[in-house]
């Protein structure tokens, strides 16, 4: 049964409009704003009926809120109004509502405006769905493409999404960077993550595949492969259109390789300048890297490549991301252990 979201300052209101919904749709009332903020963290609605005159919070403010969050921006609005005014009805549509409803409203009006929505918005999910699986083909296409150019990198992307996972998981559980991660969706962040590396299309297979290390001069060209992977990205952002999904790979592309101190490349970013995405592949980046074989060295040990990310905490590491890496270091161990079944990973991944 579909979820509908009813929000109200009026009681009255709130009542007349459950007993015309209930019996076809799961029913919420609220009061405000504010409690279907609160609601919605733990029950995600298929549509929101929104007064717009309410105290604290007004329709306006909860719908811009609503928007501006990645998992709420597609939920339908209808707006419920006492006011009728051209004006206001053409701001609301352009803020994103779907729809206007007079108040007092008509419950076959309103029954039948929710269904012409709700059959809409399941055209779209559809659709959508249909766009993200081709979505989805694409990236594992390209992610290979670029992994199998690296005749020994193999396993790289599965391993790193994995890490990435973990540290989301562990930052969202300890709150941190809350604000920053506000609206991301863990499970889009974590597949956008597999284009990290895809500007090693634009290295040549010699330097990529040497198999010995690198000299500067092809450390140097090995290094561009962080600026190449977002100007790639932003091409496709330019073609496309594509939002959050690209917006999100883009920064693990562009920034995983920028460090604390300013020391990396190819900005040269301090701190919080670096965006978040970039901050947390880094360590995951590093990990694997680290405790991969490579022709000129032996893979680090699970404890010995804790303790090179405990020692580059503040420096090539955000210190706040390494302690919840430490935390959960374990589940880095577990994943580290199970990916020796995996083909070994390659020599010139850069840490």
């Given at each position: 049964?579909k979820?509908?979201?009813?929000?109200?300052?009026s009681a009255v209101?709130l009542i007349?409009?459950?007993?015309?919904?209930?019996?076809?749709y799961?029913?919420?009332?609220?009061?405000s704003?504010?409690?279907?903020?609160?609601?919605?963290e733990?029950?995600?609605?298929?549509?929101?009926l929104?007064?717009?005159?309410?105290?604290?919070?007004?329709?306006?403010?909860?719908l811009?809120?609503l928007?501006?969050?990645?998992?709420?921006?597609?939920?339908?609005v209808i707006?419920l109004t006492?006011?009728?005014?051209e004006?206001r009805?053409?701001?609301g549509?352009?803020?994103?509502?779907?729809d206007?409803i007079?108040?007092?409203?008509?419950?076959?009006i309103?029954?039948?405006?929710?269904?012409n929505h709700?059959?809409v918005?399941?055209?779209?999910?559809?659709?959508?769905e249909r766009i993200?699986?081709?979505?989805n083909n694409?990236v594992?296409?390209?992610?290979?493409?670029v992994?199998?150019?690296?005749?020994?990198?193999?396993?790289h992307?599965?391993?790193?999404s994995?890490?990435i996972?973990?540290?989301i998981?562990?930052?969202?559980e300890?709150g941190?960077?809350?604000?920053?991660?506000?609206?991301w969706n863990?499970?889009?962040?974590?597949?956008s993550?597999?284009?990290?590396?895809?500007?090693?299309?634009?290295?040549?297979?010699?330097?990529l595949n040497k198999?010995a290390?690198l000299?500067?001069d092809?450390?140097?060209?090995m290094k561009?492969h962080s600026?190449?992977?977002?100007?790639i990205?932003?091409?496709?952002?330019?073609r496309t259109?594509e939002?959050?999904?690209?917006h999100?790979?883009?920064?693990?592309?562009?920034?995983h390789?920028?460090?604390?101190n300013g020391?990396g490349y190819?900005?040269?970013?301090?701190?919080?300048?670096?965006?978040?995405?970039?901050?947390?592949m880094?360590?995951?980046?590093?990990y694997?890297a680290i405790t991969?074989?490579r022709p000129?060295?032996k893979?680090f040990?699970?404890?010995?490549?804790?303790?090179v990310?405990?020692?580059?905490?503040?420096k090539q590491?955000?210190?706040?991301?390494?302690?919840?890496?430490f935390?959960?270091?374990?589940?880095?161990?577990?994943?580290l252990h199970?990916?020796k079944?995996w083909?070994?990973?390659?020599?010139?991944?850069?840490?």
């Open positions: 049964m979820v509908i979201f009813v929000v109200d300052d209101n007349k409009a459950k007993q015309a919904l209930e019996g076809q799961d029913v919420f009332t609220m009061l704003a504010a409690k279907m903020f609160s609601l919605i733990k029950i995600m609605p298929d549509l929101i929104l007064d717009i005159e309410m105290p604290e919070m007004d329709g306006f403010a909860a811009k809120k928007r501006e969050n990645e998992l709420t921006a597609q939920i339908p707006f006492a006011y009728s005014d004006a009805e053409s701001h549509l352009d803020m994103g509502a779907v206007f007079p108040k007092p409203f008509s419950t076959p309103v029954l039948r405006r929710i269904a709700l059959h918005q399941e055209l779209i999910k559809k659709r959508t993200e699986q081709l979505q694409v594992f296409v390209l992610a290979d493409m992994e199998n150019r690296d005749k020994v990198t193999s396993g992307v599965e391993r790193t994995e890490y996972k973990i540290l998981e562990g930052m969202q300890s941190l960077y809350m604000e920053e991660m506000n609206g863990k499970d889009m962040l974590v597949f993550a597999r284009l990290h590396d895809i500007g090693k299309i634009a290295v040549s297979d010699l330097i198999p290390k000299t500067e092809e450390l140097d060209i561009t600026k190449e992977g977002e100007r990205i932003n091409q496709i952002i330019a259109g939002g959050m999904f690209l999100h790979a883009k920064f693990f592309a562009g920034y390789h920028e460090h604390w020391s190819h900005r040269h970013l301090k701190g919080a300048e670096i965006p978040l995405q970039g901050r947390i880094a360590i995951a980046d590093v694997d991969s074989e000129y060295k893979a040990t699970h404890e010995e490549a804790v303790k990310i405990l020692d580059e905490s503040g590491f955000d210190p706040k991301i390494v302690e919840v890496f935390r959960l270091k374990d589940k880095f161990k577990q994943i199970s990916s079944q083909p070994l990973a390659g020599q010139n991944s850069l840490p």
